[in-house]
């Protein structure tokens, strides 16, 4: 079971924290998530906190940087582009390293489209975009930084392609 203060992966929103439980009308565990710069609360039944899990550790989010070049990217493919976008999006909800892999996929397929002189599928930025915020958002709790910091410590070791400029 989670405790007060505890960092979460949510399936929808990413990186929560625990901030309280209620047991009326139904057991419920009480939720903060940082959307942009507000906050959100929310009430997540406990009948369904099995799709909830822990934020991954200090020493597996080291591993995953120090790592980084040696994590494979993601080789689903599907001639519907909207299957493969949904098969992207559910890896996202698995939190890292998931999200990270997700991310350095979409980043390689968008360079490989490039490359050979086409335009990338739109679905890629959008998968990216949201694999890179919730990539840096749980990278960040788990290493005790702001996402600045994050991106800034990323940078510095050459890992620009963790960081797209998307928007």
Sequence with gaps: MFEIGE??????QGVCTVVGFEDA???MIVLEAKCGH????????????ERLHACISRADAEHLITNYDALECDPFTERNSSLEESHFKQQIKQ????????AKTMRCRIHDAERRGKKPSSYYTRVL?????RATEELA???????????????SLGLTDTTPSVN
């Design 7 to 12: 960092h979460i992966i949510h399936p929808g």
């Design 25 to 27: 009308p139904s057991p």
């Design 38 to 49: 507000a906050r959100t609360r929310m009430m997540y039944p406990m009948s369904q906190v």
């Design 95 to 102: 939190g890292a390293p998931e999200t990270v892999r997700v």
């Design 129 to 133: 975009k949201e694999a890179h915020r």
């Design 141 to 155: 709790v788990a290493l005790d930084c702001t996402e600045e910091d994050l991106e800034s410590r990323l940078a």
